[in-house]
């Protein structure tokens, strides 16, 4: 229901910016400018859903082998003791468990294209226990969240970009982004447990001090790395763990005599069929998203917070970043192209340039992974998905600007 009144709403302001720039502007090309921006959004939703069918075709087939080798399976044993308080909709020792630890893990890794098809595996086999298969049941919204609050531990992508835009040391946004990225995580996850009431216990919170200690740890490692080689380790150690998981999957299939080949085939066919049904969700959202910024609501509240924000006395350095925080939820692609507009602007080594790496890097893009999922199951009825996503959303945000200050400020 809210992702219903927010997907109402994108166009509803724009319709309106538009009305309005009419009437008192005279600004008869803002028509223009939204309808093809419709247009230009459409193409892309169908560009991404391309873009997609050949990772989700390999990765679902990779992981139909690690299925029939029983590699899903261990992995879900083995975090099962924190998973099934987090979960407790899901049985023990369910395929969706390993397939949750898969996504996690490859999201905290920042292996984007690894992540995705794992995390719709999962959402299939969550899809098998729902009673009610347009809802979103609690272990789903659960899960939607984690993705949302976006941890990770290597944001190798933000460091390319940064390295690519002449900052004197690309990597030192590595620290502030994984501050932010954490207490986005922790307040999500903490909000919807008691949301589902969900007890946390010695346990959990074992797990989460667990979880706690593997970042402080990786902080400390990167922290003693020149710093041209932060990227370079960090990549290394990426790849070398995804290839390491494909092997695993597949010896797991040589060990269990099954034709690894065949199982491969019918995993793909999966992946193409999953990349085929989210193309009317991804056309649905980015439509939406991309008229709404045509139609300059989104320069306009960020001229308004500029404005408020001056009138107090309060410092207006981080407004310059806002335009990446407001499109972070929205687009990843859209909130990419506000991160390097800045750095182009002000350039990559500035305070504002810095906070909106801090910013991009906090969390992943909301609605994005909302229409995803969600549309690869075909649940219609999201429930509260939506609004703890964004809390966490807002917390990575205001997470970001503190750390930004204590670093750079």
């Known amino acids: ?29 803002i028509w223009s400018a939204i309808i093809n921006s419709s247009f230009e959004q459409a193409a892309f939703a169908f560009e991404i859903s391309l873009g997609l069918t050949g990772v989700l075709t390999l990765w679902m087939g990779i992981m139909k082998i690690g299925e029939r080798g029983g590699v899903i399976e261990f992995f879900g044993r083995l975090i099962s003791p924190f998973f099934s308080r987090l979960f407790p909709g899901i049985p023990k020792g369910h395929p969706a468990m390993g397939a949750i630890f898969m996504n996690i ?41 984690l993705n949302s609050s976006g941890l990770c531990l290597v944001p190798i992508s933000i460091m390319m970009y940064r390295a690519q835009g002449g900052a004197a040391n690309p990597t030192d946004i590595f620290i502030p982004i994984l501050i932010a990225t954490t207490v986005a995580t922790l307040v999500g996850l903490t909000a919807l447990c008691i949301k589902q009431h969900i007890r946390i216990d010695r ?41 390491g998981v494909i092997m695993t999957f597949i010896g797991a299939g040589v060990k269990k005599r099954i ?18 049904m989210i ?4 056309v ?26 001056g009138a107090l006395g309060v410092d207006t350095q981080w407004v310059g970043a806002l335009p990446t925080m407001l499109m ?17 602007a002000e350039g990559a080594d500035a305070f504002v340039s810095r906070l909106a790496a801090c910013v991009r890097g906090a969390t992943d893009t909301t609605f994005y992974i909302l229409a995803v999922y969600f549309g690869s199951v075909g649940v219609m009825k999201t429930r509260y998905a939506a609004g703890y996503a964004l809390l966490a959303d807002i917390s990575g945000a205001v997470a970001a600007v503190v750390t930004a200050y204590f670093f750079w400020g």
């Open 259 to 276: 034709n690894v080949y065949d199982t491969f085939i019918e995993g793909a066919k999966d992946g193409f069929r999953t990349a085929v």
């Open 328 to 344: 972070k939820p929205l687009s990843g692609s859209g909130s990419c192209a506000m991160m390097l507009d800045v750095m182009k």
């Open 203 to 243: 346990v959990l919170c074992s797990w989460l001090a667990g979880i706690a200690a593997v970042v402080g740890g990786v902080v400390w490692f990167f922290s003693t790395l020149p710093a041209d080689k932060v990227e370079l380790y960090s990549t290394f150690g990426a790849n070398v763990l995804l290839f």
């Open 105 to 145: 893990s490859a999201n905290m890794l920042g292996l984007d294209n690894a992540a995705t098809p794992m995390g719709l595996r999962a959402m299939q086999e969550m899809q098998t226990l729902n009673q009610q298969k347009d809802t979103a049941t609690d272990a789903m919204i659960m899960f939607l969240v």
């Open 284 to 309: 649905a959202i980015l439509v939406a998203i991309g008229m709404f910024r045509a139609s300059g609501a989104l320069d306009t509240l960020t001229h308004w917070v500029e404005s408020g924000v």
């Open 1 to 29: 229901m809210v992702l219903n009144w927010i997907w109402i709403a994108f166009f509803a302001v724009a319709f309106l910016m538009a009305v309005g720039k009419t009437l008192w502007a005279g600004d008869l090309e």
């Open 279 to 282: 193309i009317p969700y991804l």
